[in-house]
Structures are given as structure tokens and as C-alpha cells.
């Protein structure tokens, strides 16, 4: 298989592994922020690159009047988005398609987003470049990708020293946390992006709470465990993980409240 179908199947079943439809409400204000950062008029066409469950970007772009297609490598997380959909009474098209190659004419819509999924496509030069292409020119793209020494860019390091090391030729989610990496791949593309740095704050009632959600509903600990459980290396993951959380929280209360630093890359092609 191709490494590029192998890293899709992979992808697939670490994502539709947990809930991530119940996890997904962590980052729901970094989806808040980039269409308001973005700006949405009505009937503007919008694209959702790793939309999950679309619960953070391509629903809330549809309730501000958006045309909207998400697309993920993961389908089986359309039920819930489909399901989501339906509540908030909007009408959305979801796709079956790869950040990397993405199944639309060029210059297709005016706004192209990607919170947290486009950066797990393994060729970043090839996800970047898909991403200007469906764009319009005078839309706008924008992505978050957690930042490469906050709380998530950490945990990548921490799963990277426990886990089998990734096929030859995936780059490493976290160089999108990497400012200087961001502005080649898009260099690349032809275009100049744009970074802030943002802090989304996730909240649990205990630091156990934190542990037990994430080992239950976060796909890539599922995954893990599978392959650590029966190595007999999973406590000591947890344990490690433990300690990381304790690092990034700031409450003193006995709850946990993990300080997330991300980026947002603003592009205008
Ligand atoms: C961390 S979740 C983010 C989901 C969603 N954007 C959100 O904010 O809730 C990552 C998502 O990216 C998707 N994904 C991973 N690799 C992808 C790729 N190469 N192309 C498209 N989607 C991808 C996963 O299936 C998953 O739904």
C-alpha cells in the first residue's frame, strides 16, 4: 500500500477509536475564534478540512449563514455530525476525502478552514498547496495547529518517545507548531502566512478526571494503549501523562485546567 493510503487507513482507525465527538467540545472556542477572526458573510462557501464531527466549524459556520462542506478521512464521524447537524437545523455536505488531496475543482470556495486536522495530513508541502488551490483568490484560509512547546505539542513528544516511530516520509504533526515550517510549506504554495498565538483552556474537575477522559475518549490514547497495555508500558504512559498535566495546570483548586497554546495561520491567497 502507498504510504500516503497506508497513513489515510491510520488516520481513520485513530480517529474513529474514542468519542471523539464528546472531545471535541475542548477546542469549540478556538472554533469560535477563527470565524470570527476569518469573518463570515452570508452564503460565502466554506470548507472544513478534518471537520471530526463538525461540531466546532462547519455547524457554527452554517448557523452564521455559510455555504458548507466538510471533509474528513474519517467517515464514521459523519453519523455524529450528521446527527449534530440536524439539531442545529442546518444543511451541510459532508465528504469522505484526504487534506492532501482534496476532491474539489480548484478555487472552489471563499473561506478554507482546518482546526486541528489538515496538520495531521503526512505531507505538509502537499497539504498546504491543496489548501490554496481549492481556495478562491481574495478568500481567506485559516488553520490552528498546537504549538510545538504548549500542553498538545508536548503530549505529541510524550506519545512520540512510547509509541513505534511513524513510515518514512510522514512529517510530524507538531513542525506545524513551528513558525518558521508554517511560512515553507506555504513559501511553497506561493504564498505569506500569517501567525498569532492563542491559549485554549481545557477544563476538568480533577486531574484524574482529566487522565480517565482522555484515556477513554481521546482516539490516539486508545491506540496507544493498544499497543503499550500489552508491552506492559501503559501505566507508565499514564503515569508520564500525569505529570505533564500537572505541569501545564495552573489550578489550585484540585481541578485541572490545562493551558492548550495553539496557532492560528492566517492565509490570504
Ligand atoms: C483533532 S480532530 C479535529 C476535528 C475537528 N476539526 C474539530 O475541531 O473538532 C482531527 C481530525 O482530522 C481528521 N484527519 C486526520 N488526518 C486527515 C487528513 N489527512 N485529511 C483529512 N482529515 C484528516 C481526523 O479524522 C479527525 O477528524
Given at each position: 500500500m502507498a504510504v500516503a493510503d497506508e497513513f489515510r487507513q491510520r488516520a481513520r482507525a485513530t480517529w474513529s477509536a474514542g468519542d471523539w465527538d464528546s472531545f471535541s467540545r475542548l477546542v469549540t472556542p478556538v472554533g469560535t475564534l477563527i470565524l470570527d477572526r476569518v469573518g463570515i458573510e452570508p452564503a460565502v462557501d466554506l470548507l472544513d478540512v478534518g471537520?471530526?464531527?463538525?461540531?466546532?466549524v462547519a455547524i457554527p459556520a452554517a448557523q452564521r449563514g455559510a455555504k458548507v462542506v466538510g471533509v474528513d478521512v474519517?467517515?464514521?464521524l459523519f453519523e455524529h455530525a450528521r446527527r449534530r447537524a440536524a439539531d442545529a437545523g442546518v444543511e451541510i455536505e459532508w465528504i469522505e476525502g484526504d487534506a492532501q488531496q482534496l476532491p474539489f475543482e480548484d478555487a472552489s470556495f471563499d473561506r478554507v478552514i482546518s482546526t486541528f486536522g489538515a496538520?495531521?495530513?503526512?505531507d505538509h508541502t502537499r497539504a498546504a498547496a491543496e489548501l490554496v488551490r481549492v481556495c478562491r483568490p481574495g478568500g481567506r484560509i485559516a488553520m490552528a495547529t498546537w504549538a510545538n512547546d504548549g500542553f498538545a505539542g508536548e503530549l505529541f513528544k510524550l506519545t512520540g518517545s512510547f509509541m513505534p516511530p511513524a513510515p518514512p516520509g510522514v512529517e510530524p504533526p507538531?513542525?506545524?507548531?513551528v513558525e518558521a515550517h508554517v511560512a515553507e510549506v506555504f513559501g511553497a504554495a506561493g504564498v505569506s502566512p500569517s501567525l498569532t498565538r492563542e491559549t485554549v483552556d481545557f477544563d476538568f474537575t480533577s486531574v484524574e478526571d482529566a487522565v480517565q477522559q482522555y484515556a477513554a475518549d481521546f482516539g490516539p490514547f486508545v491506540v496507544a494503549r493498544g499497543v503499550l497495555e500489552p508491552q506492559g508500558r501503559w501505566d507508565d504512559f499514564i503515569e508520564a501523562f500525569r505529570d505533564l498535566v500537572l505541569r501545564f495546570n495552573?489550578?489550585?483548586?484540585?481541578t485541572a485546567r490545562i493551558r492548550s497554546d495553539y496557532f492560528v495561520i492566517t492565509v490570504d491567497p
Open positions: 471537520t471530526g464531527s463538525g461540531g466546532n474519517t467517515p464514521e496538520m495531521f495530513a503526512p507538531p513542525l506545524w507548531g495552573p489550578a489550585r483548586d484540585g
